[in-house]
């Protein structure tokens, strides 16, 4: 987690998953909001509001990174957010923060700004070429937070970007630079304590830190009290000025006086020990600790380097001993964590679960967990803490045995997801895996990082509970990647594996990757066959099925379809593929111009869905049911239908059925006579289907439908007025989209 709270205390970004978060009404982006004042910084954000000036320098030239270079603590990312706060009208395609230090592998910081910019998972090409070919033409500025653990990666990307986009401009926060050329650097220092008569207006801004953050723990400094003044003075020097410690020091101030503080800070503490992996070989070198990385370049040490660790090390000493083991388990989160979580993955030993509340909000007290701003009830904690923390878990020799209670959490939790998914608890459970979704990658790379023995047994079963999650809440491209990761060998048959199949084939359906789906299906069938489950051999009859039906072999797709049993639908995962293929039957005859049987169909699966209490199936029924209504005339139910299906996928982050049910609304607002409004509604889709890298998922019936709809559209307005409306719609955001066909705007 980035080092928010450095100098200062933004808030997390909004929601994960939210389709197109903006700052505010109309203004594309994710910067999360400010919760404490800013301190100081004057000619550092003069520098990087230079530096980010979209117009500075050649119009046409390349990328010119700008890198925030600075030790851990000393407040590169609230640096770095204040400045593009500054500077966000100067991009109107957004600023976009990609919070890169949940990451624990490499090779997936390019998914990740995808999935910032709500491009992810939707598309089976390169992840830098689906970048590039969304955002030509636009004008905005990336934020990379944290790129020192994956630094390699992000130079990579940065670099990939240079010549190809114009109107992008890359801010990095890293503990070293990329070392790209052109690269323009700040190298950020602590933040000055001297506050003599006669020095720099910002020489004094470690004390007025300090002093605002002492006045929220109770303890204001007056004016007046010189003495208070020098003992505040002396403190901030003994912590070099590093904004997280001042942050970790200030909070004490709620349980000693400033002399107590300043006494307590005058002491040595031990130092962390390194201990050696007892699985080693003999001769093997003690690896560093993490917080060797809070050096600015490769074997440097400089005295804030272990100021700063005398710091936090300091605020560990203070704690009580089972609030320390307390910090040294939670490090094995990502992303954040509730209590709940943190009794099931944290508690035991010494430290049990009746007691876990207790602590955590002595943890908070000393700001060593800080609450999330954003959503309620759920905390994080700042790279370095965890760093910490992470360092006494090994020190413990606990480290396998926490991060496996981790794995084991938010596999039991994608497990009830997908046991409740086809419920009236849809929502709140994709609302739940868009929040939890760090961890859960997290959780799912330890799972694969097992020995193969343990692997297969565990790692497919999570795969694909996780991978049918990620499928229905809009991470595709990280689903495709875990269950390939999962399924790249041969596992012992059994409900999770089927489940793992399917998933993968019904990704790659939505991905409009028709061929892999129909390799996928074969498999998926075989394993439901093995398996014996009359369910499972349902749901595989949909991958098959979808297959035909996108692929305009109707005929075919009907007979499959047709000919798979109608059972009692579960409220599982396998429960909703069983309604999705009953989908894809009602697709397959609208498709071939059958439309009141399709109808029929669709209406069935609307009933089931109503009577299950889920949205996304439900979705997709209103659209073929409008479809049909489309069909025979009534435009009214037509467009009332389109509107209803587009909220409905909106709710679930489900960009494709959106894509898909626009394509419609545009279809029936042209009919009713209102084709200035038609040509806005294809701008919006378009810029939906740009979101899921294959537009009309490479159904070619559903690519001539669309065709035909805009050759409607040109006839009645003229090429000059279509491209008007067209481009109006192209322009907005998402949510600016979505309430614009909803008839809000």
């Known amino acids: 987690m980035p080092d928010r709270t450095d100098h200062g205390n933004p808030g997390d970004s909004n929601t994960p998953g939210n389709p197109g978060n903006s700052d505010g009404p109309g203004i594309p982006g994710n910067l999360p909001p400010e919760t404490r004042s800013f301190v100081g910084r004057r000619a550092e954000l003069a520098w990087l509001r230079a530096a980010l000036d979209p117009d500075r320098g050649p119009g046409a030239g390349p990328v010119r990174p700008v890198t925030v270079v600075g030790v851990g603590g000393v407040g590169k990312t609230r640096l770095a957010l204040r400045a593009a706060a500054q500077v966000r009208d100067a991009y109107p395609d957004g600023v976009w923060l990609t919070e890169l230090s949940p990451l624990r592998t490499s090779g997936l910081v390019d998914l990740a700004v995808m999935e910032t910019l709500r491009l992810a998972d939707q598309s089976t090409r390169p992840v830098i070429e689906v970048i590039t070919e969304w955002a030509h033409g636009r004008r905005l500025l990336l934020i990379l937070d944290s790129c020192e653990h994956v630094l390699a990666d992000c130079a990579r990307f940065t670099a990939a970007l240079r010549s190809r986009l114009p109107g992008l401009r890359v801010l990095l926060t890293s503990r070293e630079r990329l070392a790209l050329p052109g690269e323009e650097v700040l190298h950020l220092e602590p933040l000055p304590v001297d506050g003599r008569p006669g020095a720099d207006e910002d020489a004094g801004d470690a004390v007025a830190l300090f002093a605002e953050r002492a006045a929220a723990a109770g303890r204001p400094l007056r004016d007046d009290d010189l003495t208070a003044r020098a003992t505040a003075v002396a403190v901030c020097r003994r912590l070099d000025g590093i904004p997280l410690a001042l942050e970790l020091a200030a909070a004490r101030l709620t349980e000693l006086t400033l002399d107590q503080l300043h006494t307590r800070l005058g002491e040595r503490l031990p130092a962390l020990p390194s201990l050696p992996d007892p699985s080693a070989p003999p001769g093997t070198p003690v690896p560093s ?182 499928r229905h809440c809009g991470y595709l491209r990280e689903a495709q990647h875990c269950l390939d990761q999962a399924l790249a060998a041969e596992s012992p048959p059994g409900p999770g594996r089927t489940l793992a199949l399917w998933s993968r084939g019904a990704v790659a359906i939505l991905q409009g990757d028709q061929e892999a789906a129909a390799n996928w299906a074969v498999r998926c069938a075989d394993a439901a066959r093995e398996q014996g489950s009359p369910v499972a051999q349902v749901a595989a009859v949909y991958l098959r099925g979808g297959h035909l039906a996108l692929t305009g072999r109707q005929a075919e797709a009907i007979d499959v379809l047709a000919a798979a049993p109608r059972l009692p639908v579960q409220d599982d995962g396998f429960g909703a593929a069983q309604l999705q293929a009953r989908l894809a039957l009602s697709l397959a005859h609208v498709l071939r111009g059958e439309f009141e049987r399709g109808r029929e169909v669709a209406d069935e699966v609307r009933t089931a869905s109503r009577k299950q209490g889920e ?131």
């Open 289 to 470: 600790s993490p917080l060797d990385l809070l050096v600015s370049a490769p074997g440097e040490r400089p005295p804030r380097h272990q100021t700063l660790r005398t710091a936090i090390g300091w605020s560990h000493e203070l704690c009580a001993p089972l609030e320390r083991l307390l910090w040294a388990r939670l490090s094995v989160f990502s992303g954040g964590f509730c209590l709940a979580a943190v009794r099931q993955v944290c508690a035991g030993g010494p430290l049990p679960q009746e007691r876990i509340a207790a602590l955590l909000d002595r943890l908070v007290a000393q700001s060593i967990v800080l609450p999330d701003p954003v959503i309620s009830a759920r905390f994080r904690m700042l790279d370095t803490v965890r760093e910490y923390g992470a360092d006494w878990l090994h020190a413990l020799g606990e480290e396998r045995a926490v991060r496996r209670r981790h794995r084991d959490h938010y596999a039991r939790l994608a497990r009830e997801g997908c046991a409740e998914w086809n419920t009236g608890r849809q929502v709140a459970w994709c609302e739940r895996v868009l929040t939890e979704h760090a961890n859960l990658r997290t959780a799912v790379d330890c799972a694969l990082a097992e020995p193969d023995g343990e692997k297969w047994s565990t790692a497919v079963e999570m795969a694909g509970h996780v991978g049918f999650l990620w």
């Open 615 to 745: 949205y996304w199936c439900g979705a997709f029924a209103d659209y073929l049911i409008a479809q049909a209504d489309l069909a025979r005339g009534d435009i009214r139910a037509a467009t009332s239908g389109a509107r209803t299906s587009i909220a409905g996928h909106a709710l679930l982050h489900n960009t494709v059925g959106a894509a898909m049910s626009l394509d419609l609304l545009a279809a029936a607002v042209v009919t009713a006579g209102d084709a200035h409004r038609a040509a806005r509604l294809l701008g919006i889709g378009t810029r939906l289907w740009e979101l899921t890298g294959r537009a009309q998922m490479d159904s070619p019936d559903l690519i001539a439908t669309r065709r035909t709809c805009e050759l409607r559209v040109r006839e009645h307005l003229g090429d000059a007025a279509y491209t008007t409306g067209y481009r109006a719609g192209l322009a907005m955001t998402y949510d600016e989209g979505i309430a614009y066909a909803a008839g809000t705007q």
